[in-house]
T-cell receptor, first 116, second 113 residues
Framework: DTEVTQTPKHLVMGMTNKKSLKCEQH?????MYWYKQKAKKPPELMFV???????INESVPSRFSPECPNSSLLNLHLHALQPEDSALYLC???????????????FGPGTRLTVL | GNSVTQMEGPVTLSEEAFLTINCTYT??????LFWYVQYPGEGLQLLLK?????DKGSNKGFEATYRKETTSFHLEKGSVQVSDSAVYFC????????????FGKGTMLLVSP
């Protein structure tokens, strides 16, 4: 099973709201990722967690706050977003270990976020 | 740094036509190479992959061969179907670090009956 699940599927929020996106995988993967994808563009990496620790933050604004409560779960907390943050947010995971990368990333279906 | 270049779209074909989507890459070391497909309104699905030179990845009638000498990983299918209409992303992952992906810009494929 190579399934990554994401909830909710759609989210509409105002600029003053606080909301969270959730991602879950049960493949035993130790690396998890958040991406942002705008229409007709490839995904852009936001964050990488490895062994539940934040390893890469691609200079993402602080209104996006990731959290990895355990090895299967990844959250993205949203606060005071701007309309330009409207996009498809994708979660992915891969079987990375101390030996390095080059492994396959498996993606979830994404959360379609609209900021009003 | 790493980069992936793939042909601009959209590629418009009739059903049962032959498909080629070109992909070339620049990378340090020996990356793993991937093709992902994204259907409208969905996330990315792994289509196929290759991890070393001369490897051929294949899935659902699609094929791509890792060509180190030409730094290419072209996607091919002998007979496309309407259901193959989607956006196709070529990507590489540098083994040196985390499995972070460098994506091409994506190629939209439109197949008409």
């Amino acid at each position: 099973d190579t399934e990554v699940t994401q909830t909710p599927k759609h989210l509409v929020m105002g600029m003053t709201n606080k909301k969270s996106l959730k991602c879950e995988q049960h493949m035993g993967h130790r690396a998890m990722y958040w991406y942002k994808q705008k229409a007709k563009k490839p995904p852009e990496l936001m964050f990488v967690y490895s062994y539940e620790k934040l390893s890469i933050n691609e200079s993402v604004p602080s209104r996006f706050s990731p959290e990895c409560p355990n090895s299967s779960l990844l959250n993205l907390h949203l606060h005071a977003l701007q309309p330009e943050d409207s996009a498809l947010y994708l979660c992915a995971s891969s079987q990375d270990g101390a030996s390095g990368g080059g492994n396959t990333q498996y993606f979830g279906p994404g959360t379609r976020l609209t900021v009003l | 740094g790493n980069s992936v270049t793939q042909m601009e779209g959209p590629v418009t074909l009739s059903e049962e036509a032959f498909l080629t989507i070109n992909c070339t890459y620049t990378a340090t070391g020996y990356p793993s190479l991937f093709w992902y497909v994204q259907y409208p309104g969905e996330g990315l699905q792994l289509l196929l992959k290759a991890t070393k030179a001369d490897d051929k990845g294949s899935n659902k009638g699609f094929e791509a061969t890792y060509r180190k000498e030409t730094t290419s990983f072209h996607l091919e299918k002998g007979s496309v179907q309407v259901s193959d209409s989607a956006v196709y992303f070529c990507a590489l992952s540098d083994r040196a670090g985390y499995s972070t992906l460098t994506f091409g810009k994506g190629t939209m494929l439109l197949v008409s009956p």
